[in-house]
């Protein structure tokens, strides 16, 4: 070898160490502009197969609605009768009711002599005449209780227990029976007995929406995958013609997929508007019957954050609807 011929070889222009990586980045860039443009175009189109068929479009996102929309009323109401039973679980209160033979004086010595003990942290007395009175203005039997000749109720003891755990039942009983035992006392009851009842059938009426949403879901799986099954059972042809051209499963069905979703959408905001709506039309009677009880309790609605878990559901339930129907249907469709 000459030695021009090995000053050529050790000239030898090299190969930049970032060529090929700068190649592979532009190639990636370009597949993901590439399969974002696939999917807006599939979505989009999908959206407009959605007025092709207007009424069945409307149909079936209205029957999507009302299953979503029963699941997430009863939610709502559960809510509303949690924040109510709320506020009266926070005052744990005994009522004892005295004999009527027992005079005022004799009720007042007795709240004295309560309010001394250790398992006591609170006594209230009302006499008859005021229990009276705060009936006539709850009860709004005002001219039926001016006609009786006397009054029927007795003077009573609002008695709260120093125990600070409003569910240390134990103790409630134990103050109660030594109260009913007392000879000045004809009764004295747990007012929070009631409350803790309501509290369990809260609890089974939440199991029953839980297991209903479940079966609700399921239904809106059925009615999304049976949409889509039409859909694909009337584009056959369309789709032989693309299987022929070379389109592979995934993209033929992307646009049913996206269908779905959209189904799930509107649905979800059909739900949405139906409990809107609903809990509209009882603002009014509720708040009637709150002002009745002397209480400042509004129906609440679906929070922000539960009405974005509403449509989520909605587009989760069409997506996997969609998907399921078109995994199976879309492979056993191949061009003749």
Known sequence: MSPAQAKRKKQKPQVSENAVP??????????IKSWLAQHAQALISSFGQLFRNPVGSALTVAVIGISLALPAGFYV????????SAGWEGSV?????LKKDITDATGQQLQRELQSQD??????FINRDKALEEYRQLSGFGEAIDALEENP???????KPATTDDK??????KLV????????????????????????????IQRVVVMLAIFLGLAVLLIVGNTIRMSIYYRRAEIEVEKLFGATNAFIQRPFVYSGLWYGLG?????WCLVTLALFFLQSPTDTLAQLYQSNFSLRGLAFDRALTLLAAGVLLGSVGSWLSVQRHLRAIEPA
């Open 168 to 173: 240390d039942t134990v103790t409630i009983e």
């Open 153 to 159: 109720l007795p003077s009573l003891l609002l008695i």
């Open 77 to 84: 109401l559960l809510e509303n009768a949690r924040l109510v």
């Open 22 to 31: 700068r190649k592979r980045k532009i190639n990636f860039r370009l597949a």
């Open 119 to 124: 398992n006591i942290e609170k006594v209230i």
């Open 267 to 271: 649905g979800g905001l059909f739900a």
């Open 93 to 97: 209160e005994i009522t004892a009711f």
């Open 177 to 204: 029976k030594q109260l009913s035992e007392r000879r000045e006392i004809e009764k004295a009851q747990y007012d929070q007995k009631w409350v803790q009842r309501l509290n369990a059938i809260i609890s089974i």
